[in-house]
């Protein structure tokens, strides 16, 4: 039987209890499905993923087109799903509460809000309205499921301000205003991953893989409770059908790489 709502959200809650578990991010359903086959406990939406898959640039999707996409996630698998929300489609604390309102009917088992503001003079939100945001975003979800998890986003580190204990400060703040699980995309050094991991103990927090050399078993022995790729599963796909494209293009041959999957083994596994 597939897994209902409910018991997709007390999964995911489950999952951030102890241990730490990889979050691998697909981009459309049958990415999803794929991920699922491989035995992973819980998927999370790329933004940049899923922007791409429709002709647009990460940050250019609109709230619709990302409900939409969260909708049909939800539904290609039996996995939680978390969402990434970006900036909640809002400025303000009651615009960000309602977006999130909407999130949570798509059937998310958890959905990240980031104080990226999109403005190049001052990238982030300033502080006290970020955390307003992140309050505003815990009652409504708390309005409708509380099990659903909320991820509050500190971006300093992607968008120029690679200040640790700005970003630490802000999670502690996050924290305190209702956050679940806190997640600042870009921190790389054992040394700024274990200050974030003790300042907002015991709540879990997210790590982005790729920035810097740890891998996932190195990431759980700081106490990182998720891990997470966010567009780089897209890339990698993006990666093999621009190289088969271009040589098609150019060539007028076709080899397809080495480890290819087969449409006979990709039908069965979507059927």
Not at 78 to 96: C, H, I, K, M, T
Not at 127 to 144: F, H, K, Q, T
Not at 164 to 175: P, S, T, Y
């Amino acid at each position: 039987m597939p897994a209902s709502i409910t018991e997709k959200r007390a999964a995911f809650r489950a999952l951030h209890q102890s241990g730490c578990f990889t979050l691998p991010n697909p981009w459309d359903a049958g990415s999803a499905k794929y991920l699922q086959s491989l035995g992973f406990k819980a998927l999370a939406s790329t933004s940049a993923g899923f922007a791409w898959a429709i002709g647009k640039a990460d940050n250019q999707v609109t709230r619709d087109d990302v409900l939409t996409h969260l909708t049909e996630l939800c539904r290609a698998t039996d996995l939680p799903v978390n969402a990434d929300f970006e900036s909640g489609f809002a400025r303000e604390p009651e615009g960000v509460a309602q977006s999130v309102s909407l999130a949570v009917g798509t059937g998310v088992a958890g959905l990240s809000i980031e104080d990226r503001s999109g403005e190049a003079t001052e990238p982030l939100y300033e502080e006290s309205l970020a955390v307003d945001r992140i309050a505003a975003a815990r009652g409504a979800i708390d309005a409708i499921d509380a099990s659903v998890m909320l991820v509050a986003r500190c971006e300093g580190f992607l968008v120029g301000r690679a200040d640790l204990d700005l970003v630490v400060k802000r999670m502690v703040a996050f924290a305190e205003a209702g956050a679940d699980c806190l997640y600042a995309p870009g921190l790389a050094t054992p040394e700024q991953i274990t200050t974030l991991v003790k300042a907002v103990a015991p709540k879990p927090v997210n790590v982005l893989l790729g920035f810097g050399s740890l891998g996932v078993n190195d990431l759980a022995a700081l106490g990182v409770r998720r891990v997470s790729v966010g567009g780089a599963l897209a890339r990698a796909a993006w990666g093999g059908f621009a190289r088969a494209a271009q040589e098609l293009a150019t060539e007028g041959t076709l080899t397809l790489p080495e480890g290819s999957i087969g449409g006979r083994e990709i039908n069965a596994l979507m059927g």
